[in-house]
């Protein structure tokens, strides 16, 4: 039997994951191989044998995704011949749904051997929920992250595992010790620059209204990159702020969700790390005008945020697209920051919610679930 795992993950936060899970695969059984395509942390851990494609295939949202709709179909297409010449044991889509989820149903159709699985279930619940039926036609096993997700799955005919969610272990193995800084607010603008370009300057504007009512406030906001840091500093010095009001620091973001008293968080993984330490947030989200549209018209659900989708209800405020103004962000800073009831009582739901997470260990459920789908 082979002992080849591929793997496909598109984003910063599938290559965490998947070199996570590759880690847990290689002790449950240290004589697998990996191939595939991630980024820079699988590409080391397999010394190289997985491509790191993430400078290309990181961009967020359907408008951006048809404008290079050319360059994706031949990406898949190389991908799909590369699984089916090297026949692994297994296909592990970590998220990435949209091309993952058809590069697995084109492997089943194509005849693979492999198992097909999928790390990180996707959100098909809130668009298209028809399609499960469709999936469970094509997948061996779904990895999935929260407790309501399994019972979707499982309804439609797929095999599913609740393994919890991955960051737990990442999150708690950076909690710092201390508390709150009383007039400090964090700044989460996301890791992709049409993504900041299109917050950062919102929340620049936001302090900017603070500022002359609560000058002692200040502000920190916390980069993906160094290239993104210099491009918020350049924001930075065109705002009408006072020198130093707002740093700006390289990977820093968990840390900072821990001393910030109150943020600002774009819509994404984030707003579950901000949830897991407790942090009163709103959440922004903007997105070009075509695929908020399209996204309308797909998706089933009533909040953006995770946090707000598993408490079923609105915890975290969500300013969206137009909404995703200073105005909105500024007011809602200030009543958080102002009103010691209000933040206590925010901070205890998103605790709540967070504990929804499971308690660590996903990896490793992960790949016995894997390893056991292997040997049938």
Known sequence: MSRLIYLVAGEHSGDTRGVELMEALRKADPGLEFAGLGGPKMAESSGGKIRDWLESAAVMGIWEVL?????FKARFEETKAEILELEPAAVVLVDYP???????????????????????????????????????????????LFPFEQEIFEKAGLRTVWMGHPMVDQLEAKRIEGG???????????SREREVARLFPVMLRAAERLQAKHPEWHYEAAAASESLKELMESWIAAAELPRGAVVVRVGTSQEL?????????????????????????????????PTWVMGKLLVEVDYIGMANIIADRQVVHEFVQLDANAGNVAAFLESVMTEPGRRENLQRELLEVAAKLGEGGAAKIAAGAIMEVLGE
């Open 257 to 289: 969700m821990q001393r910030a008293t109150s943020g600002v968080v774009a819509s994404g993984t984030a707003t579950m790390e901000a949830a897991y330490y407790g942090m009163p947030y709103c959440l922004v989200y903007k997105v070009a005008w």
């Open 67 to 71: 404008k290079r709709y050319g360059w």
């Open 180 to 190: 709150r800084e009383e007039h400090l607010i964090g700044l989460f603008p996301g």
């Open 98 to 144: 949209g091309f993952n989820l058809r590069l697995a149903k084109a492997l089943r159709a194509a005849g693979t051997g492999a198992k097909l699985v999928d790390y990180i279930s996707p959100q098909v619940w809130a668009w298209h929920r028809e399609r499960l039926v469709h999936m469970a036609g094509y997948l061996d096993l779904m990895l999935c």
